[in-house]
Structure formats: structure tokens, C-alpha cells
T-cell receptor, first 112, second 114 residues
Framework: GEDVEQSLFLSVREGDSSVINCTYTDSSSTYLYWYKQEPGAGLQLLTYIFSNMDMKQDQRLTVLLNKKDKHLSLRIADTQTGDSAIYFCAETFPSGNTPLVFGKGTRLSVIA | DADVTQTPRNRITKTGKRIMLECSQTKGHDRMYWYRQDPGLGLRLIYYSFDVKDINKGEISDGYSVSRQAQAKFSLSLESAIPNQTALYFC?????????????FGPGTRLTVL
């Protein structure tokens, strides 16, 4: 079955690192994604990782993938108030013929 | 100009009314989706369409219908709106790919059913 789990809330201080976690159940996932939803807006792709990778780094963002535990994380270094948003993880499957499966989203609040 | 547009952006209606939400895209994508977002429940898929002649039910299709009028247009209808359909509705699109499936989202329609 397809299920993606995330904690609903995370609060961090400005300048600290944020780590948002996600677990998924389907080991056949090929791509895993992180989407960001800013207040009053739709979702935008933040980053993604292919399932044969363990880590991907993009400026302040680090994605870690542990396939054995089916665990995905997003680390945001030097978190800023502009990073306050809801972050969704999502997965897709080899056929490409099913829509993305999204987690419920983690609301990140950055305290100045 | 936005690649994925939704109209209206906000709508307040009464129980029992028929409502249509419209989505248009200029990305040339074959695939289009409708989601609803509720606090604490994340995004739930209502319907999706992989091309003009293809319509598929999602997780929560009851009470909703869709029409894919053209490659660029996908509308969502609530035949007889009820208060628990109050939510934020998003349209999304994606290209036909083997596995990588980046979805592009519209800005959302906030619907309130009184």
C-alpha cells in the first residue's frame, strides 16, 4: 500500500537548522520529493531525490534517504523566517502512471 | 503570467448550490489533477486525468465530478454543495514521463459552503 507519514508541526529559532522527517511504506518508490507551500499559495517543488541516491545537497537544503528504513528527511541550514511554510513529502512509482502520493505536510514555524 | 490558473480564487456559496471550479494551464502538459486541502489532512486527490479522454477517480471523488474540455482545461463541479466541502482546492499539472513526476500547482480556490 501507499502511505506517507509526517509530523504535523515543527518550530525552530532563526539561524538554527530544521529537520523535517517523512516515512513511506512502498519500497518501489523511484523518486521522492519535497514540496513547499507558502501562506496563501499553491505547492512548489523544493527538491527531489532519486531512489538510488542516499543524499542530495542544494545550497541550504540537504535531503537524506534511508531506503532500508524507508525514511526521508529534509534539513534546512540557517533557517530563516522566509522558510516558514508547510512542507510536504511525496513519492512516485516506477510506472509513472499513478499520481504522486503526498504526506499530510509539516508546518514549519521559524521564531525570530 | 501564471502557468496554472484557477478561477474563482474565492467563492462563498450555500448548501445545495451547484458550483464549478475551473483550471487552465499553458504548460502543454497532458496530465491534470484536482486536490482538496484541509487542515491536518494534507492534500487529498479528488480526480485526475492523464489525457483528454482519460478521467480517473481519486481518493475522495464522492460528491464531485470533473470535465476535461481540452488539454489545457480541467473543471471540477460540486453538483450539490454541502458544508463539509468547505476547503482549499488545488489544480495541478504534470508532463507525461516514465517516472519523474513533478507536479505544478495553481494558486488555489478557497471555497466556503454555508
Amino acid at each position: 500500500g501507499e502511505d506517507v507519514e509526517q509530523s504535523l508541526f515543527l518550530s525552530v529559532r532563526e539561524g538554527d537548522s530544521s529537520v523535517i522527517n517523512c516515512t513511506y511504506t512502498d519500497s518501489s518508490s523511484t523518486y521522492l520529493y519535497w514540496y513547499k507551500q507558502e501562506p496563501g499559495a499553491g505547492l512548489q517543488l523544493l527538491t527531489y531525490i532519486f531512489s538510488n541516491m542516499d543524499m542530495k545537497q542544494d545550497q541550504r537544503l540537504t535531503v537524506l534517504l534511508n531506503k532500508k528504513d524507508k525514511h526521508l528527511s529534509l534539513r534546512i541550514a540557517d533557517t530563516q523566517t522566509g522558510d516558514s511554510a508547510i512542507y510536504f513529502c511525496a513519492e512516485t512509482f516506477p510506472s509513472g502512471n499513478t499520481p504522486l502520493v503526498f504526506g499530510k505536510g509539516t508546518r514549519l514555524s521559524v521564531i525570530a | 503570467d501564471a502557468d496554472v490558473t484557477q478561477t474563482p480564487r474565492n467563492r462563498i456559496t450555500k448548501t445545495g448550490k451547484r458550483i464549478m471550479l475551473e483550471c487552465s494551464q499553458t504548460k502543454g502538459h497532458d496530465r491534470m489533477y484536482w486536490y482538496r486541502q484541509d487542515p491536518g489532512l494534507g492534500l487529498r486527490l479528488i480526480y485526475y486525468s492523464f489525457d483528454v479522454k482519460d478521467i480517473n477517480k481519486g481518493e475522495i471523488s464522492d460528491g464531485y465530478s470533473v470535465s476535461r474540455q481540452a488539454q489545457a482545461k480541467f473543471s471540477l463541479s460540486l453538483e450539490s454543495a454541502i458544508p463539509n466541502q468547505t476547503a482549499l482546492y488545488f489544480c495541478a499539472t504534470s508532463a507525461r514521463t516514465y517516472s519523474y513526476n513533478e507536479q505544478f500547482f495553481g494558486p488555489g480556490t478557497r471555497l466556503t459552503v454555508l
